[in-house]
């Protein structure tokens, strides 16, 4: 596997007949990217028979980055895209292994752990939420993409499901270049977006109101207007021109549950100012859930885009639009605000990132095993739940950084329970053997799995030990996880992750 070596710093003297003396050159501090590992982005189509005799498919994306030759691990996700299962959602981690048959075929392996879960009933039931799927799979490749035939297996453990099919994957091969954690804080350069490439991302919060012929599962009209909490990550490719991902989940109207996960893509204009633009965006993807009647699971979203690029980097997004399910009973208006930062340096257009510059800023990526002792669902019963999450932190300061996390429930009776939470942390510098302290405020939106919190809103604190290897994270905390509403029910938290770090530019 390639690698680049780290650059040591540079002393370049420039002369020149307009200025006295030598002037230490600007390239002269600056650090370059300490790895370049392989990558790829990967889809997958996952036919799965219910135990009911009924048919569906699980589409799946995954964001997987080269450990070494052979190996690779990363964040994915899957959810129903076929029969009347929409709102089925699993989000884990992947480890594949690759081993190469020729100059354009390869082998691969892998082994999916997750959790989540949908609409159960007695013939159909996903138990604590856990999801195993492992695959064996044959590609061909053709330039930097790649497609071929899986053989997988699904299973829900602590459920009924459980099937093997034959599937389709598509991917892309790309790379993950990347600063060494210990670089953070010093100005870098490099001649390709660091990272996991994206170059900003949003936290967003809006609401929805169904329109005309809008039903819940049951077949009765919905007409109560539903508060949703989310974000989203974008990549812009030319100027005003973007693609990108979102997720978001009911936080308010009797919703808590619906989930939705969706690919976007869009373009702006300036409008009297560099700064001030508008247009507009499409979205395709999944969402159901909070017995939301979205039939197969494909939701369609279009609409107009306002946002703003404030001086100090920030943007704020305003945009609304309508989104439908086409083969389900669900359409509905909806408005949005958003504040968007800026994660990893973007080339400006016209150049290339060999001349742009910026400081180096830590990110880190965990898989989480959250543990509940004590939670009440909607039949009154109470019990323990054991939660998977993805968590991704993105440093500001030496001292303050940003936090995701997204999860479901994976042990316990509360499969289909899924949260997504977002918010800031603060971090000691490390004090001794490589250990720090820190301490996170979250809110966002959960619900589903007969969890009982309220309309979704969510609340979680949490203080925590991390320690810190090269690029290796461990870390435990405690904290108290409650719903935002009056009266709502509260719960302590112990949280055990492992995480990967590493450095990318930032302005």
Known sequence: MPTLPALAPLAVALASLTQSGAAVGADAALVRPASLRPAAIETSWTPLRMPNGDKTALLGGSYLMAVNDDWGFGPSVYGAAKGNYGGLFTLGLTAQGRWRLGSNAHVAAGLYAGAGGGVGSNQVRFGGGLMLRPELSLRLQAGDWYSGVALSHVRFPSGNISDSSIGLVLGRSSSFASFAPSDSGKRGRASQRTGMGFDEIALQGGFATPRAGTRNRSGVPSTKRMGFAGADLRQYIADGSWWGVEAAGAAQGGADGYMEVLATAGQDWAIGSPRLRAGGQLGLGLGGGGN??????????????????????????????????????????????????????????????????GTVRTQQLFASYQYLPKVRFKNGSQDAIGQMAMVMTRELTPSVYGVAQAGSAAFGKAGAYSFGLFGLGLQTQPLWASTRFGAELLAGAAGGGGVDVGGGALLQAEAYALWEGERLRLRAGLGHWRGMRSGAQSAPLLNLSVGYAFGSLAR
């Open 292 to 357: 939301i009647d979205t039939g197969s699971g494909w939701l369609l979203r279009a609409g107009p885009t306002l946002r703003w690029i404030t001086p100090w980097g920030a943007t704020v997004r305003l945009d609304g639009g309508l989104s439908k399910a086409p083969r389900g009973q669900f359409s509905a208006n909806f408005v949005r605000l958003g504040l968007a930062l800026p994660l990893d340096i973007t080339p400006s257009i016209g150049n290339s990132l060999e001349q742009e510059s």
